[in-house]
């Protein structure tokens, strides 16, 4: 498979727990995006990446959320101290840049918050 | 700032009719436009884009959407709908002259397909 996987696939937590998610993108995409989706809404943007950089963060991204992308490959998005608003779908996708406009989403992390 | 509207949050349709899902943008300058198809439990998957050229672009499974810089509006259609066109369709924009930029997603439009 050459998508774009994210582990877990589910994830349930206690309000209060960290948790940590992991996103591996198709192998020659520079760009990386994560998204949060609740149910009844369309994705909103979070964060992206260019190789290890992060170019934009959006003002939905607390100060108990951060993304990283150490070595310009698979990324990380972690959740402090989470609450039961966090409940969400958090979907990745990547994007080669300068060659295609398609961001290739995987198949997304459920995050239930208890 | 840019915005997406999709009217209507459910559209159902007869197997065989056309399918017609509206999406209306907003932004000072004519963004690149996406429609993306989501099946349940799965993520999302591009049906079609616009960035220049052709104003009527034509995806897969049989969609094509017309951009109207008039009307600011990129509606999707199909001529006949399939029982497999069942699912959640997404239409997005991002900002023209940033290749790769951020997505911004409408709330979705939930199709049903009817035997």
């Known amino acids: 498979d050459t998508g774009v996987s994210q582990d877990p696939r589910h994830k349930i937590t206690k309000r209060g727990q960290n948790v940590t998610f992991r996103c591996d993108p198709i192998?020659?995409?520079?760009?990386l995006y994560w998204y949060r989706q609740t149910l009844g809404q369309g994705p909103e943007f979070l964060t992206y990446?260019?190789?290890?950089?992060?170019?934009?963060k959006s003002r939905l991204l607390s100060d108990r959320f951060s993304a990283e992308r150490p070595k310009g490959s698979f990324s990380t998005l972690e959740i402090q101290r989470t609450e039961q608003g966090d409940s969400a779908m958090y979907l990745c996708a990547s994007l080669a840049s300068g060659v295609s406009y398609e961001q290739y989403f995987g198949p997304g992390t459920r995050l239930t918050v208890t | 700032a840019q915005s997406v509207t999709q009217l209507g949050s459910h559209v159902s349709v007869s197997e065989g009719a056309l399918v017609l899902l509206r999406c209306n943008y907003s932004?000072?300058?004519?963004?690149?436009l996406f429609w993306y198809v989501q099946y349940p439990n799965q993520g999302l998957q591009l049906l079609l884009k616009y960035t220049t050229g052709a104003t009527l672009v034509k995806g897969i499974n049989g969609f094509e959407a017309e951009f109207k810089k008039s009307e600011t509006s990129f509606h999707l259609t199909k001529p006949s709908a399939h029982m497999s066109d069942a699912a959640e369709y997404f239409c997005a924009v991002s900002e023209r002259g940033n290749q790769g930029g951020k997505l911004i997603f409408g709330q979705g439009t939930e199709l049903s397909v009817k035997p």
């Open positions: 990446f260019q190789n290890e950089a992060q170019l934009e």
């Open positions: 932004s000072s300058v004519p963004p690149y």
């Open positions: 192998s020659e995409h520079n760009r």
